[in-house]
């Protein structure tokens, strides 16, 4: 359950910052037809701070719909409101999904006791699996190896999406947590490190533009075969650090744009569309990683 290159999918949309549902379809085929194992659904790469309540659950709808069981679906269900969280989930659970994805709540910046209560109080008001997810560059508040472990008892908590790059505190959550507690690197320029010390794959932003490698990859670690994963890594270094020199999911917006696989790049506001440098930036990256051909550079 939950393993494996899980895409932290973006959430298309048209020129008038309206959800694209057409594309989001063929994006939900573009990755059962790439061997991705998984996907969030309107995680941060899915732009959830900006869509409304009846929107994310409307997208989360047709994302499982898409899917038809043929993909696991998980949904994002973070707030910063406990009682948001609360209605987001019981919302949600109805809808096919096979879990939730709850990040850390932002902004209110709460004790580690408060995280105990928040994750708790979500996770008693659904029958279904959820993930934790830390990731303190986006939320300041830092989710302690040691709460997660209190946390990993609940029998509904069944895993952990760590977004910090840091493979000491893998380290310290494997002696904390049991065998069967889902660890998943949130970072993609550490996922195969992280993997090869043993983790159980990635929510990775790169999958949207390299969802066949990445599957790869992330197969390859798990299996043993590091050096052939390490090729693959190498491979997409370049882009897993480069997708992020605009606030995500601008580049990888724009990089699906120009593969052609979504009508428009538009994020919306507070964030806006690519800088012409930057574009020009993951444009040369991606065709270094034979992810577009030299003849389709414009």
Known sequence: MFKGSIVALVTPMTDDQQVDYQTLKSLVEYHIDAGTDGIVSVGTTGESATLPVDEHIKVIKATVEYAAGRIFVIAGSG???TAEAIELSQEMAPLGIDGFL???PYYNKPQQRGLIAHFETVADC????VLLYNVPGRTVTDMLPETVAVLA?????IGIKDATGDMQRLADMRKLVSDDFILLSGDDDTSFEFIKQGGHGTISVTANIAPKLMAQMVSLARTGDFEAAQRINDRLAKLHTQLFIEPNPVMPKWALYRMGLIKS???RLPLVTAE????????QVMLDAGIIKIEENA
């Open 79 to 81: 707030a910063n409101s």
């Open 102 to 104: 709850s990040v850390v």
């Open 126 to 129: 659904t029958d279904l699996p």
């Open 153 to 157: 008892k609940h029998d509904k908590i």
């Open 265 to 267: 790049d538009i994020v």
């Open 276 to 283: 012409l440098a930057n574009q020009k930036i993951i444009e």
